[in-house]
């Protein structure tokens, strides 16, 4: 007993730390969002003395994020969509359809996940501003498909992998075609990985920067990530307005983890298992 209660805290006490780690600066990006300039200038650290929500206002209205918050809702909808659609059709393919260099393919794809995005920035942006498509929102929507396309393809692979091959036959004898199978079958048995992959799609779309700031120039379709350091280079010296800004951005993310945990858990666990 006393060597299981031994590992229990063994395993406790580091989660407990990782667990601080994660929320303290979330809880102080809060405090001092709720402070105002001169209290955060004579003491950042310790806890406010009053709730000052007008910095949340000033944030909001000062650069514009109502619009920044409209960009990212409509291109990161818009590229987990196209990602759904494309990334489930691939899947299906590679996963159940036998045809010459689909395991090529695959392996193309798992590749791709090893390349970092700095390594093929410059040559996406040249082709972009070849094809008229920097600072547009079909730019921006087709960069984040184009980055996060072999992911999505890879769990929905891994994920139609599990589905028995002989649904596919029974499908096929009954009269559905290749799409048939596919709209009516592959999508309603792939709906909970569909689900999990959207979200965690649309997670890497929200928190990115570095693509929007390549692929957008003007205010008019800046993300709200980019629009958050774009506060902070005008009010450079008010942090607790910066701080409501950086605060705005990561609600919509902390409210997809807090009610989606288990959806979240099982995109990253998609096709691990079979069964």
């Known amino acids: 007993m006393r060597g299981r209660r031994l590992g229990r805290w063994l395993a406790a006490v580091p989660m407990a730390l990782l667990a601080v780690a994660t929320v303290y600066p979330l809880v102080f990006t809060?405090?001092?969002?709720?402070?105002?300039?001169?209290?955060?200038?004579?003491?950042?650290?310790?806890?406010?003395?009053?709730?000052?929500?007008?910095?949340?206002a000033a944030a909001w209205n000062s650069v514009g994020m109502a619009r920044?918050?409209?960009?990212?809702?409509?291109?990161?909808?818009?590229?987990?969509?196209?990602?759904?659609?494309?990334?489930?059709?691939?899947?299906?393919?590679?996963?159940?359809?036998?045809?010459?260099?689909?395991s090529v393919?695959?392996?193309?794809?798992?590749?791709a996940l090893f390349v970092p995005f700095q390594v093929i920035m410059v040559p996406l942006t040249r082709i972009m501003a070849a094809g008229g498509l920097v600072d547009t929102y079909p730019g921006l929507i087709l960069a984040y498909v184009a980055q996060f396309l072999p992911f999505t393809i890879f769990l929905?692979?891994?994920?139609?992998?599990?589905?028995?091959?002989?649904i596919i036959h029974a499908a096929k004898i009954d009269g559905n075609s290749t799409y048939g199978v596919y709209r009516r079958i592959m999508i309603p048995l792939g709906a909970p990985a569909l689900l999990s992959v959207g979200i965690l799609d649309a997670l890497f779309c929200w928190n990115d920067v570095l693509i929007s700031l390549l692929m957008t120039s003007s205010p008019e379709h800046r993300t709200l990530m980019?629009?958050?350091?774009?506060?902070?280079?005008?009010?450079?010296?008010?942090?607790?307005?910066?701080?409501?800004?950086?605060?705005?951005?990561?609600?919509?993310?902390?409210?997809?983890?807090?009610?989606?945990?288990?959806?979240?858990?099982?995109?990253?666990t998609a096709g691990s298992t079979k069964g």
Do not use: W
């Open 30 to 56: 809060t405090n001092v969002a709720m402070k105002t300039r001169r209290e955060y200038i004579f003491d950042r650290f310790s806890p406010t003395s009053s709730l000052h929500l007008e910095n949340i």
């Open 68 to 102: 920044y918050f409209a960009n990212s809702l409509f291109v990161v909808t818009a590229a987990v969509v196209l990602l759904l659609l494309f990334g489930s059709m691939a899947g299906f393919a590679l996963a159940q359809l036998r045809f010459r260099g689909s």
């Open 105 to 111: 393919l695959f392996l193309g794809c798992l590749a």
């Open 156 to 166: 929905m692979t891994s994920h139609y992998r599990t589905i028995p091959v002989e």
């Open 226 to 268: 980019v629009g958050v350091t774009a506060l902070r280079g005008q009010y450079s010296d008010n942090i607790p307005q910066f701080a409501s800004g950086v605060l705005i951005a990561a609600v919509p993310v902390l409210l997809i983890y807090l009610f989606l945990q288990r959806q979240i858990a099982d995109g990253v």
